[in-house]
């Protein structure tokens, strides 16, 4: 059976790019692994990105039905 990856939440997300960007400072890393940090950073940032997108996507047009 296959296993079925699921998109971590907001918060999930946010705190693993915290980690992700700690261990980037704190250097010690192999040219490869710190590629690969970087990377896995872009891809959390983009995911944070669209949740705050979609959040204020979801507030905006409950203010416009507010306003209707």
Known sequence: MAEQQTEPSY????????????????GGTTLEESLALWERGERLATQCQDWLDG??????EAIAADDD
């Open 55 to 60: 959040a204020r996507k979801r507030l905006d």
């Open 11 to 26: 918060e999930q997300a946010r705190e693993e790019l915290v980690d992700v960007v700690r261990r980037l400072e704190a």
